[in-house]
């Protein structure tokens, strides 16, 4: 899987939205854009994952450059709750079942502070 | 209600001693997995099974020896504990259809602390 590179650390008010970059320029072309986060204490969370096109859902949007290199996680209004660490991973579209583990950098220690 | 259940929380036991740590997804998944978070903060897999076939081992020593009794259970059993094996191991599930689009879905964690 690709490598993925993200700032250690990023602080956000409360209320404001909240873009955490990613670069991923090593990328191949079958290869998706995972993000997940972990809150203090508890197990990695999925957020929202996308190949091409930019992906909103409930709690996020993706970003993905036209030349997929990087991308960036979009929280619209961050909350005290969305202090966490971000993971962003990169993983191969096609696998065969039981292979598609993740493989998890340092991510970004995001700070939402009132 | 819980997705991803793992039993104990919290594990404190001397060096050498053997201990077992449980898991249960009441998801339909037919993978699991089991991921280790060392004091660094770093995650990685060590295990996993899909369709109670153990199909990636990375690297783990022999003394961890993961058991799925049935598909919704992976334990994870560990033989002649030493300080290293203190973490936060995570348990997984996803249902995995040859795509790597499903998403996993986390336990809460066992702490697990050698003496």
């Known amino acids: 899987d690709a490598k993925t590179t993200q700032p250690p650390s990023m602080d956000c008010a409360e209320g404001r939205a909240a873009n955490l970059p990613c670069n991923h320029s090593?990328?191949?072309?079958?290869?998706?854009v995972y993000w997940y986060r972990q809150i203090h204490s508890q197990g990695p969370q999925y957020i929202i994952h996308?190949?091409?096109n930019n992906e909103t859902n409930e709690m996020a949007s993706l970003i993905i450059t036209e030349d997929r290199k990087s991308s960036t996680l979009i929280l619209p209004h961050a909350t005290l709750r969305d202090t966490a660490v971000y993971y962003c991973?990169?993983?191969?579209?096609?696998?065969?079942?039981?292979?598609?583990?993740?493989?998890f950098g340092k991510g970004t220690m995001l700070l939402v502070s009132p | 209600d819980t997705a991803v259940s793992q039993t104990p929380k919290y594990l404190v036991t001397q060096m050498g001693n053997d201990k077992s740590i449980k898991c249960e997804q009441n998801?339909?998944?037919?993978?699991m997995y089991w991921y280790k978070q060392d004091s660094k903060k770093f995650l990685k897999i060590m295990f996993s099974?899909?369709?109670?076939?153990?199909?990636i081992n990375e690297t783990v020593p022999n003394r961890f020896s993961p058991k799925s009794p049935d598909k919704a259970h992976l334990n994870l059993h560990i033989n002649s504990l030493e300080l290293g094996d203190s973490a936060v191991y995570f348990c997984?599930?996803?249902?995995?259809?040859?795509?790597?689009?499903?998403?996993?879905?986390f336990g809460p964690g066992t702490r697990l602390t050698v003496l």
């Open positions: 997984a599930s996803s249902q995995d259809q040859g795509l790597a689009s499903n998403e996993q879905f």
């Open positions: 090593t990328i191949s072309g079958n290869e998706y």
């Open positions: 996308g190949l091409k």
């Open positions: 991973i990169v993983r191969v579209a096609q696998v065969n079942s039981g292979y598609s583990t993740l493989t």
């Open positions: 998801l339909g998944h037919d993978t």
């Open positions: 099974y899909n369709n109670k076939e153990l199909i």
